[in-house]
């Protein structure tokens, strides 16, 4: 068979999954690449690690079973990735993935032998899909070897007999690199003897020899500056202190920092539970293991052994369940102790801090071991820069880091290494050129590095710090280019880190409350306009009654049915032969009918016309119907000694509702606004996660850190506001501050309920402005600036009609007691004007 490629069922399937954009373009990938691929074609997704491979396989089982497939096969490196993926599909698990479709009958070589496995195998509707580990495929033990080839004893065929016949059969070989690591010959050997019609990659870190077969490329850099995952930090000590105590006891001081600000989140988050920070450490030995775990849970340390979990190919089926739970917010482990099994496919989210050390230190830099901890607890970054970040533990020092972090600057900058930067000890708030970083990582001569702070690996762009970054603005609105930066990756000491958490944890446990500046009472009312369309109220008195009755003539005759006859003969052939003939009397004979009495007619003909319209019952009304209908019956003739049949009676009531209906629908549609106020702020107190920065330390563009929160505002009613452009939204804030005509402003975000509608096109869409103004006569005012190359863009064009339709709205409802105006003003207008007058002199302004 082939798999033809379905554009829209990719879109279904991406909306039924709620896929990430790089998961959807993935699938699409594949998907193309299956359409017209040649049988047992080969194919690789690379994703990084942390962005949702998973959701992947989710979704392409979902296009496979849409597509007619009704036999995969998933193979996975080893039994815990095997373990996660049947929970990923198993209905009710907390890991199965919400949304799949395709409902599979999971199949393992654990379960072939039951009874529901062979009904499955014998019917072609039911989809299947087998997930076994590569080593059953390459290195089968004796008892594994038995239940592949033995035949069902209810289905006389063994399962791998099964495989090799079907001809739908795809492969998905998860964490695919693995099967390159000295095993690639066998790896395709034993999947060629299954005969696939595909066979699907997915990986983070694709062999080099496979790099042929990728046909999706999302590397971590991207992951990153999107904002999937979370941004690395590299701690180290400049002191030379490299113990192995001392690095375990940094871990942990970290571990308590990031413990301290998911508390204070989670309690001022609303919809957050709370997810326990653990610490992940890897070694090369079991001996190596047990050291580590021994010193952890010492009484200078964990001081508990309950509180450490150590992760070997010796530990129990009870170790394996408890880092199943390591996410259960009742879990009491707090450290990870694992012998590089760990590596791949172990996908909890709570890894906070990552440790490798003696002689695995030189592959802590691989995504592979930093992958264990990129995973965001709550799906998306919160803004907060400990909960945002992992921390890797390394006591080299930043210069030696830095030429040692060559594979990690692979996978965080990727192809952008010679367009990042590097600042030493940024101040919050206020951007930084930096020290251009070459080629190879390598920094001028001349680069002074800090004994204690903060190092930031810089990268052209915009970056997702903000999970609602772009939440307040159109894609269109916002300036991609602007000399915008973000994090690649950092490195700090353990004081610095200690020191942002503290001032994390601090600014969370301080929530923002509303000011009345200027004398403005809060709370405010702000107008709501709700727009609909509405129909004018129809009367049956507006029917013109003659033609009505010249429809009613249509129905004049009543034809009646007639009997159909038919006749039984009998007649000779040539022969002499009698056989009978049945033929049709064709005399017609009206056949017997009810009539309806006039009155009747009349009746049922003036409820149908008030109950068909949805007209009022009104004594108005049922006389208006009184008359269309006896105009109606006038025209068909219709008298007490004529009645109509009840047949005949129905078809002309239905013509003439059919007909006063269309009459209805296409009376004039006028829009309408509701306008009604809401209160504003509610609730009243809002959470900053990050720590304020001073206003005044950004004079310039050059300075202005895009959404970050700056504080110093007296004239707004929050204190502390963010802001996406420096032309023109800090600066008209500035102007605000500046101007005595401006009693109060609002920097409209999404806790503001201020929606003006607009059209694009012939769909109907919302935006938010940027500020509400209050001037000193009480005026208030909605406020955008825009960049000077938009403000005749069309887009800008509607939303200024809509605008200025919403004052005029808003202004003639008695809901509202206060008069308000519009504003727009160019970048240009924001920079020359150095007062509120000048704003309004300059910009263009709707009342």
């Keep these: 068979m082939s798999i033809d490629y379905d554009g829209a069922l990719v879109e279904q399937v991406s909306y039924n999954l709620d896929l990430r954009e790089p998961n959807q373009a993935a699938l699409r990938a594949i998907a193309r690449a299956l359409d017209g691929a040649e049988p047992g074609s080969e194919f690789i997704a690379d994703l990084a690690t942390g962005v949702g491979k998973t959701y992947i396989a989710g979704g392409l089982l979902d296009y496979l079973y849409e597509s007619g497939v009704r036999n995969v096969l998933i193979v996975t490196p080893g039994s815990t990735i095997q373990r996660k993926t049947i929970d990923n599909l198993t209905p009710g698990h907390p890991k199965y993935l919400r949304g799949l479709q395709s409902r599979p009958m999971v199949i393992t070589l654990d379960t072939v032998e039951r009874g529901e496995v062979g009904a499955a195998l014998d019917s072609p509707d039911v989809f299947k899909v087998f997930v076994f580990t590569v080593q059953s495929l390459l290195r089968p033990n004796k008892e594994d070897r038995r239940r592949a080839y033995q035949p069902h004893e209810t289905l006389g065929t063994a399962v791998q007999t099964y495989l090799e016949g079907a001809d739908d059969l795809v492969v998905i070989a998860d964490e695919h690199h693995v099967y390159y690591s000295g095993s690639a010959k066998k790896f395709e050997a034993a999947i060629g003897d299954l005969h696939p019609l595909a066979t699907i990659g997915l990986t983070a870190t694709p062999h080099e020899a496979s790099l042929q077969m990728r046909v999706f490329h999302y590397p971590l850099s991207d992951a990153i500056a999107d904002g999937y995952v979370k941004v690395p930090v590299l701690v180290t000590r400049q002191d030379g202190i490299h113990d192995v105590r001392t690095q375990l006891a940094d871990g942990l001081t970290l571990l308590d920092a990031k413990r301290e600000a998911m508390r204070v989140y989670c309690a001022q988050a609303r919809g957050r539970a709370y997810v326990e920070p653990v610490m992940f450490l890897v070694a090369t030995t079991i001996e190596e293991a047990t050291e580590y775990r021994d010193l952890l849970v010492g009484s200078d340390m964990l001081g508990s052994s309950d509180a450490v979990l150590l992760v070997t190919s010796e ?33 909890v989210k709570n890894i906070y801090v990552i440790a490798s050390v003696r002689s695995m230190e030189s592959s802590l830099l691989t995504e592979q071991v930093l992958g264990r901890g990129l995973r965001l607890p709550f799906g998306q970054r919160t803004g907060n820069a400990m909960l945002d970040t ?71 762009g ?53 000011r009345s500046p200027g004398g403005v009472r809060i709370p405010l009312f702000l107008p709501s306009v709700v727009t609909r369309w509405e129909r004018d109220l129809f009367s049956l008195s507006s029917i013109n009654l003659e033609s009505v009755e010249a429809l009613g003539r249509l129905f004049a005759q009543d034809n009646a049915p007639t009997l159909t006859r038919k006749a039984l003969d009998a007649e000779r052939d040539a022969s002499g032969t009698t056989r009978v003939v049945i033929r049709d009397e064709l005399e017609q004979v009206v056949a017997t009918q009810t009539v309806m009495p006039f009155d009747t007619i009349e009746t049922d003909l003036v409820g149908r016309l008030i109950r068909t319209n949805a007209v009022e019952a009104t004594a108005g009304e049922i006389n208006a119907a009184v008359a269309v209908a006896r105009a109606f019956l006038a025209g068909a003739g219709v008298t007490d000694r004529t009645p109509w049949r009840a047949e005949h009676g129905r078809l002309a009531t239905a013509r003439l509702t059919e007909w006063i209906g269309a009459k209805q629908t296409s009376s004039p549609v006028r829009q309408v606004r509701d306008v009604h106020p809401v209160r504003w702020p509610e609730p009243s107190e809002r959470l900053e996660v990050r720590p304020a920065a001073d206003r005044q330390i950004v004079t310039s563009s050059r300075d202005f850190e895009p959404r970050h929160p700056y504080t110093g505002w007296a004239k707004s009613v929050y204190e502390v506001n963010a802001f996406d452009a420096f032309s023109t939204e800090f600066t008209l804030a500035g102007i605000f501050e500046s101007s005595p005509a401006v009693k109060a402003w609002i920097r409209v975000d999404d806790t503001v309920p201020l929606r003006i509608s607009y059209l694009a096109g012939a769909v109907q869409k919302q935006y938010e402005p940027d500020f509400i103004v209050i001037d000193s006569e009480g005026l208030h005012w909605i406020v955008e600036g825009k960049r000077d190359s938009e403000m005749n863009s069309p887009v800008v064009n509607a939303k200024r009609s809509a605008a200025a339709a919403w004052v005029k709205t808003v202004n003639s409802s008695a809901e509202v007691h206060e008069s308000w105006a519009y504003l727009i003003a160019s970048e240009a207008v924001c920079s020359a004007a150095s007062s509120w007058e000048g704003v309004k002199s300059g910009g263009q302004v709707y009342r």
Excluded at 400 to 406: D, F, I, M, T, W
């Design 390 to 460: 992992v921390e890797v533990l390394s006591h080299r020092s930043f210069a030696s880091l830095l030429k040692q972090a060559k594979s990690l600057l692979e996978e965080t900058l990727g192809g952008r290494i010679n367009q990042a930067s590097v600042v030493a000890n940024p101040v919050p708030g206020r951007r930084a050129a930096g020290a251009a970083l070459g080629a190879q990582g390598e920094l001028p001569a001349d680069f002074l590095w800090p004994k204690s702070g903060t190092v930031e690996v810089l990268l052209p």
């Design 315 to 347: 530990e129990p089926d009870t170790t394996l369940a408890a880092l199943d739970r390591l996410e259960d917010p009742a879990s009491p482990v707090r450290a990870v102790v694992s012998v590089s099994m760990l590596k791949e496919g172990w996908d």
């Design 462 to 514: 915009a970056a997702a710090t903000d999970p609602d970054q772009l939440g307040l603005f159109d894609k269109s609105d916002v300036d991609s280019s602007a000399g915008r930066s973000h994090v690649g990756f950092s490195m700090a000491t353990v004081d610095a880190r200690v020191a942002v958490g503290a001032a994390a944890r601090s600014t969370m446990t301080r929530p923002l409350t509303p």
